[in-house]
């Protein structure tokens, strides 16, 4: 199941600096588009979602930006610090249907972001 | 901070014996999930729950597996008769609404 891939494994990038992740979807109804942080033997934790009505979305030093043409999302983090050293995943999910959520969420393969002080 | 919760955080089990999974949702929240990601995969859908039935399950979710929430509360994910290849993280999440999803710690479930 190919139908959301991050292509870069890894990301290295100085403290202060910005980091950008990026992930392409291929099947275009995909509905929302989610990024999320995940540590080693924990849970991914949700940092910030996009409607596909959008084409950005902001929170505090994290920016999602959607360009549905090119089927391509990218996180952008600024500045980064060594803390945000962590696996991001871009996941999406399908539009529900009759009023309830189908949230069946379809993650990419993930990239680790390394912050270097 | 309202958090989804899982236990046990760790379970080993032997190849054939029953194993359940626990989550308490995040409270007032109406669609549950489970995932999974064996390791060095991608995480990966297997049932959504909503007003006490499955909405959607993947073909991962087979005979062996079952979800319920018996007490309104907690949330649960059984596997009848493990597998070695049921060895895996598994993914408790639950959303008020579905651009926000949260996962819980997991569990790791390792069958020997």
């Known amino acids: 199941d190919q139908q959301v891939k991050q292509n870069s494994p890894s990301l290295s990038v100085q403290e202060g600096r910005i980091s950008i992740l990026n992930c392409d979807y291929t099947?275009?109804?995909?509905?929302?588009f989610l990024w999320y942080k995940k540590y080693p033997a924990e849970g991914p934790t949700f940092l910030i979602s996009?409607?596909?009505?959008?084409d950005k979305n902001e929170d505090g030093r994290f920016t999602v930006f959607l360009n549905k043409s090119a089927k391509h999302l990218s996180l952008h983090i600024v500045p980064s610090q060594p803390g945000d050293s962590a696996v991001y995943f871009c996941?999406?999910?399908?539009?529900?249907?009759?009023?309830?959520?189908?949230?069946?969420?379809?993650f990419g393969q993930g990239t680790i972001l390394t912050v270097h002080p | 901070e309202p958090e989804v919760t899982q236990t046990p955080s760790h379970q080993v089990t032997q190849m054939g014996q029953e194993v359940i999974l626990r989550c308490v949702p995040i409270?007032?929240?109406?669609?549950f999930y489970w995932y999974r990601q064996i390791l060095g995969q991608k995480v990966e859908f297997l049932v959504s729950?909503?007003?006490?039935?499955?909405?959607?399950k993947s073909e991962i979710f087979d005979d062996q597996f079952s979800v319920e929430r018996p007490d309104g509360s907690n949330f649960t994910l059984k596997i009848r008769s493990t597998k070695l290849e049921d060895s895996a993280m598994y993914f408790c999440?639950?959303?008020?609404?579905?651009?926000?999803?949260?996962f819980g710690p997991g569990t790791r479930l390792l069958v020997l």
């Open positions: 996009i409607s596909s009505i959008k």
């Open positions: 999440a639950t959303d008020g609404k579905k651009e926000t999803q949260y």
């Open positions: 099947n275009s109804m995909f509905d929302y």
């Open positions: 996941a999406a999910s399908p539009p529900g249907a009759g009023g309830t959520s189908y949230g069946k969420l379809t």
């Open positions: 729950f909503y007003n006490n039935e499955i909405s959607e």
């Open positions: 409270s007032n929240h109406l669609y």
